[in-house]
């Protein structure tokens, strides 16, 4: 079927999707267009240049015509290679990156970048030229993220600690974005940025491990939708956020799998056991394909912490370790899937992460894997010497 986007009938025959429908203006240049529910449209533009993708988000809607989307995609392609320096502030790169993360990755993650950094970065450093950023107004924005304390106290400590672990996340995200720019030559360089590094020891040190016998008294003090929902996390590694915007259509039973659409890393397919299998086919069954699997109370979707109190009171009830919470579930499912002998990267492809994280974060599993695998090797016998 050929798909085309130069004329108004033509894009009306296409179907709403998040990847746009794209035209080649010239060698690595190409118009998008990005349709949308409702029949709205949005003209995108893309340039590939040593392999990297970038997106430009036009200036134009789709009710402009393919003509002058054209025209303006040029214009925005050919200055991306720099003349357009002069004018670009790290506002621009900013949301050329939340393009970029639409796009490649998903649209929670890109939600996610556009709420931090309009929070923490400064209005003034947004409305900076990218050549004119100074290392200074990098690691202001850094310090200024930072709680402090005048009366010392360990609880004063801990929020200092957390305060610099969150600020080490947004700096990650937002060099990414000024690193994007760096890519696509809207700056030469770099360094105003790099030099300025993240607060070391800060993260998290102790990950919470559980026990099948804690997770069982885990399930025991809940009951209900809670409970489900604590089923969902311990049976699919997914996170929080990942499972409360689950719908029955995500659900594919003849194929035991879970069609992620909206997860943090992107698209991807949950492989079910079959306890597993039961569960979401209870949770499915005789209901509309856009309704959601998992809700407060049969009909409310779970929203961003409502879970929060109900399992700080489980976990108090049910006498799990200090510092327990959700995303402890998906690294019990990680743990559990490691002790099984699955293959990392299937665990990896499951929760959507890297076997280079698994490796970081679960060495000790993978610390008795070797030596169990050290000892099933068999070598011949040592010849005493004479």
Known sequence: MTIKIDTVSGRQKLIPRK?????????????????????????????????????????????????????????????????NSARYTVQNAIDHYIEYLTLEKSNASGVDVKQRLNLHVPEPLKKTLLVKITTIQVK???????????????????????SKDSANRVMNMFRAALNLAFRNDFVQSDAAWRKVKNFKGVAQSRKIFLTDHQVQKL????????????????????????????????????????????????????????????????????????????TQDGKTPWGKNNHSRLFHEAAKNS??????????????????????????????????????????????????????LVNLVELPPLKKAM
């Open 19 to 83: 990847e746009p429908y794209w035209y080649k203006l010239s060698q690595g240049h190409h118009l998008g267009y990005r349709k949308l529910e409702g029949g709205h449209g949005r003209w995108i533009a893309r340039k590939i240049q040593n392999r990297q993708k970038s997106y430009f988000s036009l200036d134009c809607d789709g009710r402009v015509g393919f003509s002058d989307a054209q025209q303006i995609a040029r214009k925005v392609l050919e200055n991306s290679a720099g003349a």
């Open 219 to 294: 399930l025991k003090v809940s009951s209900g939708h809670f409970r489900q929902l604590l089923e969902a996390g311990i049976y699919t590694g997914a996170r929080y956020g990942e499972l409360a915007q689950m719908t029955v259509g995500d659900y594919n039973a003849p194929n035991q799998v879970i069609n992620l659409r909206l997860g943090k890393t992107g698209q991807r397919q949950i492989y079910l056991n079959a306890t597993a299998l039961e569960l979401f086919d209870d949770w499915t069954r005789s209901k509309h394909p856009k309704t959601p699997i998992l």
């Open 140 to 162: 202001n924005m850094q310090y200024k993220m930072v709680k402090q304390f005048d009366k010392e106290s360990e609880e004063n400590e801990e929020k200092t600690r957390k």
């Open 319 to 372: 006498g799990l370790p200090k510092g327990s919470c959700f995303y402890s579930l998906r690294h019990y499912y990680i743990s559990k899937a490691m002790i099984s002998k699955i293959p990392m990267q299937m665990i990896a492809e499951n929760c959507g992460t890297s076997i280079r994280m698994i490796e970081k974060h679960y060495g000790k599993f993978l610390e008795s894997d070797r030596r169990e």
